[in-house]
């Protein structure tokens, strides 16, 4: 049965990816994101059942619009392949509890925001504001020990990241900070500082990939956002091993 479940929560997240591509992009451009309905952005052409399974369409069609022949970014498949993966370990890990929740929203607004900055370098305020009072809520039904931690830690990952800001001069985006406040109130505060280490280190490390690949001389900003994304998500599910194996090096 928790086999079943957990091929339910990956064709579940399948779906739900596949739908925070639409809102990641669209968004962002202040598009409705239900009309028009999923088409190709070349062509125009409607997309049809057999274009829009997700996955499996990308594959399918390699990759490519059955109109015009356009290659698509591997960015739709890719976002529905992680959040499919993302829910089925979280029902794996977490089961029928409370906390489910928290994750699935988590993971959810990850997601979208990602899509979102690589695309455009923003993080919408719309997308903040909706998740917002949905994981204050799922937080209030699984609250963190002590329940408190979770409105300092949102109070510290804001200020933190306003305080960089105000000190690099604009260096670090509006929406980075106000993505950390609600990454605080779902991790609390070890594991939001946490999560501000991990991400600066796989910001530096994917700073330096990009560098390398592109011509010499060009620099062009690189969006934070999912390398906040990565960060708390592996913050969320192995936070605790990590500090701990942290805490035994002395």
Known sequence: MEIT???????FGAVFGSFFNVVGLRVPKKESIISPGSHCTNCQRQLTIIDLIPVFSFVLLRGKCRGCGVRYSPIYMITELLTA????FSYWIIGWQSELAVALLFISLLMIITVSDIAYMIIPDKVLLFFLPLLITARVFSP????????????????ILLLIAVVSKGGMGGGDIKLFFVIGLVLGTVQTLLTLFLAAMIGMVVGIIILKIRKKGRKTPVPFGPSIALAAIIVYF???????WYGSLF
């Not at 479940?5 to 064709?11: K, L, Q, R």
């Not at 949102?154 to 200020?159: E, K, S, T």
Request: negative net charge; proline residues 6%; without cysteine.
């Open 85 to 88: 993966s993302l829910f089925a």
């Open 238 to 244: 192995y936070g605790e091993p990590i500090l701990q």
């Open 144 to 159: 963190l020990e002590p329940w408190w931690d979770s409105l300092i830690g949102a109070i510290i990952g804001f200020g």
């Open 5 to 11: 479940y957990t091929i339910f929560a990956f064709i």
